[in-house]
């Protein structure tokens, strides 16, 4: 149960990240929707209604300004409980881009994957950690990318989500060496039924069989009180590309 928890969603104003938000408000959660842009973040806000939510702008590859949003969310609510991380979108590179395309992709998928997870996941662990009942809970939404060199056009997006797959694993890792109750864990879900992917899941059947946002939810929801949740988990799907 989730009830009355406080849970920081970053990246919220993504696909993913605006159903997780959703689940979660509706599941009686305590909800803090950031993202870099304040647009999308009032409109995700109304929808859900200013009760028992928060949205607060924050570029989460700046350490000051995620330990402002952790702030923020405890002297709102009185603790922090969760960091959901969920950043970025998958771009294709193949070995039929040009050297310059893998560069500037590359660096980009550096500042919108691998960044905002290695600094928001960073910076909430100390924050856990500082707290007096030393808990908390980690979860970052990587990709099955991460895993899976078969994937064609995954050659700057799979290496990128799998840095930041490799960072929450080592982190926790080091948590439980310290004894911390402060958990993490790299979740890794095949293509998922969002707007985004609308044009791989162009039929019905394929959206029905890919990876729906809201089974994420559950599983965090379902994990949520766990002290030995899964450090990763992979969300496989039916759909053949």
């Known amino acids: 149960m989730i009830q009355g928890k406080t849970i920081i969603v970053i990246g919220a104003s993504g696909n993913i990240g605006s159903v997780l938000s959703r689940v979660f ?38 350490p000051a300004m995620v330990e402002k949003l952790l702030l923020t969310a405890q002297n709102t609510f009185g603790h922090v409980d969760a960091v959901v991380i969920t950043a970025g979108r998958w771009d294709r590179l193949s070995i039929k881009n040009q050297p310059d395309e893998a560069r500037d992709l590359a660096l980009r998928h550096f500042e919108s994957l691998f960044l905002p997870t290695l600094v928001a996941a960073f910076t909430a662990q100390r924050f856990f950690r500082q707290t007096e009942r030393d808990t908390g809970l980690i979860i970052n939404i990587s990709s099955h990318a991460a895993i899976r060199r078969e994937l064609v056009g995954n050659l700057s997006y799979g290496p990128m989500k799998a840095a930041a797959r490799q960072f929450i694993l080592a982190m926790g890792h ?68």
């Open 174 to 241: 080091e948590l439980q060496l310290e004894k911390s109750m402060v958990r993490a864990t790299d979740l890794q879900p095949a293509i998922v039924n969002t707007l985004d992917n609308r044009d791989l899941l162009d039929t019905e059947e394929k959206r029905a069989q890919a990876v729906q946002p809201e089974d994420i939810a559950r599983w965090i929801i379902d994990h949520f009180n766990d002290p030995n949740i899964p450090v990763e988990h992979l969300f496989d799907s039916q759909v053949i590309l």
């Open 25 to 62: 408000h509706e599941a009686g959660a305590n909800i803090v929707l950031s993202a870099r842009t304040s647009e999308k973040l009032e409109v995700l806000s109304k929808k859900l209604g200013t009760d028992r939510t928060l949205a607060v702008t924050t570029d989460a590859t700046k």
